[in-house]
């Protein structure tokens, strides 16, 4: 819901501090109420009037992150929707995270110059993104509102906590393996449950799975072809995703006999 708090004041003030687009004003608990949910009942009418951010519209494709001095005083950006991918490369091979709906990004603190292994990142807009930019007049409200402030906080632990999944299933082998824990884990995220099974509402093509569980397009393709044959996924037309079987409840359950997956 647009605020009514003139959105070229937001936007004024969001390109002074040296980011531009700006489109137009949103009361953030509106947006993103589970940011209130700890606030004294008598207060969470006063705190989604006053912590008002300006809210960018990212197309799909490339984001040119803004990198200037004025940006880094930020708390970052909250994505209210949308897919964003964020791809680090690391002598030639590329890792891809997906970040949605409730993340907070810092995009700019991305690249150091004094680090000893050079790397690159790059952001990439999967799926039409609109973020919140959480600048300075927002942090400053903040301060009277500590609980939404934890909230944000708690939102950077669980990305932490999804990170540390993801690390972990790239050791596990083989590829289908790898690929099938991945679409699990992603459902918990995006999955729709269905009479068929949980849908994944996400189009992934295979060189990005590639980048997400870290092994080339070629092999891929053909783990597929054998997660598909054994039943547990299965491509709808849209180019989602559909999971037919159940969960893995422990990783020492989840192995393939090739010789069988091939059957």
Known sequence: MISNIPANSVRRRSEEAGLVGVQDSARILELDPELGLRLPADEIAHAREELVAGVIALPPGRWDVPGDEGARGRLGFLVLEGLLARDMTLAGRTATELLGEGDVVQPWLTHRVDGLVPYRVAWNVLMPVRVAVLGDDVARSLARWPQVLSALLERAVRRTHRMSIHEALLQLSPVETRLLVLFWHLAERWGRVTPTGIVLRLRLPHALLGQLVGCRRASVTTAL?????????????????????????????????RDAARA
Request: overall charge negative; proline content about 6%.
């Open 225 to 257: 072809q054998h997660i598909y044959a054994s039943g547990e996924l299965t491509r709808r037309t849209d180019g989602t995703w559909l999971l037919t079987g159940d969960p893995p409840g422990e990783l020492t359950s989840v192995h393939w006999e």
